[in-house]
């Protein structure tokens, strides 16, 4: 299967790291993600902090995200505590970014997880999931320019700066400070050859 997503409607996959699950969206999750996305730390490379109900239309559109396109922006579970700490997953951009059709990976974590390499962990076993099950044969990241950490991520996980393919984000004013984009790339065969897959 090459560059096929889930057929529409397919329940959301539910993945294992050794740290973590990765599951499909719970109702016990909008209180903790609201928490989170009203972090004005945690949103600081975001264009503003989302109120509660901006949070919940945010889960419920990842749920609509997976019955079209089988995967989503899906929760990061600590197993060993069951603590929700953020999202970690693949997703296709439904704004018009210069190098779509794509798929994304993309993650958001709250504070008390930083610095516990989560979403390296999270974003790699998502990405063997996109390769590996979905057959795809790129998947893109992106960032602001100024998201340093975000952009340390996306290095550890062997994906690759493309200059050339940074953008202005089409959903932020043009006069906005976050406005100019960063693109990552990361081919199968580079992730084959870097996760010794090949």
Not at 162 to 183: I, M, N, S, T
């Amino acid at each position: 299967m090459r560059d096929q997503l889930a057929d529409p409607g397919e329940v959301a996959p539910e993945i294992e790291t050794e740290r973590l699950l990765l599951r499909p969206w719970a109702d016990e999750d909008r209180e903790p993600f609201a928490a989170l996305n009203a972090d004005p730390e945690v949103m600081r490379y975001f264009p503003s902090v989302l109120d509660r109900q901006e949070s919940d239309a945010m889960i419920e559109s990842a749920r609509q995200r997976t019955r079209e396109d089988g995967i989503c922006f899906q929760p990061v579970v600590v197993k060993e505590s069951g603590t929700f700490i953020g999202f970690v997953g693949l997703s296709r951009p439904r704004y018009p970014v210069p190098f779509a059709p794509c798929v994304e990976v993309g993650w958001r974590l709250a504070r008390s997880a930083w610095g516990y390499g989560y979403a390296s962990e999270a974003a790699s076993a998502w990405l063997r999931f996109g390769f590996e099950i979905l057959g795809l044969e790129e998947i893109v990241s992106f960032t602001t320019v100024t998201n340093t950490p975000s952009r340390r991520v996306m290095e550890r996980l062997g994906m690759q700066r493309d200059a050339e393919g940074d953008f202005d984000h089409p959903l932020l004013d043009r006069a906005h400070p976050l406005l100019r984009h960063v693109l990552y790339r990361l081919r199968a065969d580079r992730w084959r050859e870097l996760s010794g897959s090949a």
